[in-house]
T-cell receptor, first 111, second 113 residues
């Protein structure tokens, strides 16, 4: 089955700097890669996703990149703000519809 | 729409007791997922349903766990008997077949003493 590895587990960046979170997946049949953000005590919420026929996608300060050959995908947050502090989960999904999540990255934005 | 609804929000019970967690998916959604979240293991998929039919229960940890979806608007996750290691936050999520986005409920924080 699919296995998703996520790094780093914890990341601290100065406010205004960029943050990058990286994930790898094992199943070459995976074709959908969402990223979820979970604030403390809240539910995970989708922030951006990418499909395997696209290499990059941007939404304001957030971008995702996908390298299908290497089975890598990454989340990039630019001009980080205090409200970006949260746990971020990458995930991968193949044709059988279930999503497998990475272990999460706790992002701290330092003042 | 109120979103995915879960009850109870918090549950504290003693080891050996039966625990039932409830979920109401977003109206019209075809898929329902149950997840367990712990610090050590992250967000684990336990089981998911499509049109009320269980599709994959390979994530259910053992026979003490069972899940049902008697109709399109209700699902339960039952633990019997409960053990301290079952303490976690349990999330229910639902989605439409034509879209991949899963919408999570607020979760049930379970503590087994």
């Amino acid at each position: 089955g699919e296995n998703v590895e996520q790094h780093p587990s914890t990341l601290s960046v100065q406010e205004g700097d960029s943050a990058v979170i990286k994930c790898t997946y094992s199943d070459s049949a995976s074709n959908y890669f969402p990223w979820y953000k979970q604030e403390l005590g809240k539910r995970p919420q989708l922030i951006i996703d990418i499909r395997s026929n696209v290499g990059e996608k941007k939404d304001q300060r957030i971008a995702v990149t996908l390298n299908k050959t290497a089975k890598h995908f990454s989340l990039h947050i630019t001009e980080t703000q205090p409200e970006d502090s949260a746990v971020y989960f990458c995930a991968a999904s193949n044709r059988d519809d279930k999503i497998i999540f990475g272990k999460g990255t706790r992002l701290h934005i330092l003042p | 729409d109120a979103g995915v609804i879960q009850s109870p929000r918090h549950e504290v019970t003693e080891m050996g007791q039966e625990v039932t967690l409830r979920c109401k998916p977003i109206s019209g959604h075809d898929y329902l997922f149950w997840y367990r979240q712990t610090m050590m293991r992250g967000l684990e998929l336990l089981i998911y349903f499509n049109n009320n039919v269980p599709i994959d229960d390979s994530g259910m940890p053992e026979d003490r766990f069972s899940a049902k979806m008697p109709n399109a608007s209700f699902s339960t996750l039952k633990i019997q008997p409960s053990e301290p290691r079952d303490s976690a936050v349990y999330f229910c999520a639902s989605r439409l077949a034509v879209y991949n986005e899963q919408f999570f409920g607020p979760g049930t924080r379970l503590t087994v003493l």
